[in-house]
T-cell receptor, first 116, second 109 residues
């Protein structure tokens, strides 16, 4: 299957700093990428849909100024958590569609963010 | 708003047992239903279902979709300890994937 790489896999930062997470599709072009957040023992919550060359579409309740998403190329999307606070600590997962209209997504390995 | 509900939320069985995981959905513009297995990190893809009544199989795992009743089941036969994981059901509707809460399956030796 298609490969999606996410980096870093783990990051620890101080409160008030910003953290950038990268999501790359390695062997296919992804016009659309999705960012999810997962709390411990909970399911994946869609944060935003990222489309190459245009502004991301955020889900209700997700602060777009807090979670900056950039999809500058067909193989790279980034999520920046700005002015991180301890409540932003979570597991962030990106996924990408290889095309088609059936919803099969390929997931990155996830990034565990801990804000101290 | 699209909604996916899984049951049970948690299940503990003995190795060798057969389990059935349930997923019901309420969506607009349904396109497909997907099953994923999540262990420690990101989910791994199991099945994608688009048509009613056609069973998909992969080894000891199988899944089927009922579009009339809006549900899907995932069966695992002869379970092994390596099957312990969270199983996620997701629906693809309005160009996004909506996940259920997941079923945490634990297989005891």
């Amino acid at each position: 299957g298609a490969v999606v790489s996410q980096h870093p896999s783990r990051v620890i930062c101080k409160s008030g700093t910003s953290v950038k997470i990268e999501c790359r599709s390695l062997d296919f072009q992804a016009t659309t990428m999705f960012w999810y957040r997962q709390f411990p023992k909970k399911s994946l919550m869609l944060m935003a849909t990222s489309n190459e060359g245009s502004k991301a579409t955020y889900e209700q309740g997700v602060e777009k100024d807090k979670f900056l998403i950039n999809h500058a190329s067909l193989t790279l999307s980034t999520l920046t958590v700005t002015s991180a606070h301890p409540e932003d600590s979570s597991f962030y997962i990106c996924s990408a569609s290889a095309g088609g209209n059936t919803g099969e997504l390929f997931f990155g390995e996830g990034s565990r963010l801990t804000v101290l | 708003e699209d909604k996916v509900v899984q049951s049970p939320l948690s299940l503990v069985v003995h190795e060798g047992d057969t389990v059935t995981l349930n997923c019901s959905y309420e969506v607009t513009n349904f396109r497909s239903l997907l099953w994923y297995k999540q262990e420690k990190k990101a989910p791994t893809f199991l099945f994608m279902l688009t048509s009613s009544g056609i069973e998909k199989k992969s080894g000891r795992l199988s899944s089927i979709l009922d579009k009339k009743e809006l549900f899907s089941i995932l069966n695992i036969t002869a379970t092994q300890t390596g099957d312990s994981a969270v199983y996620l059901c997701a629906e693809y509707g309005a160009q996004k994937l909506v996940f259920g809460q997941g079923t945490r399956l634990t297989i005891n030796p």
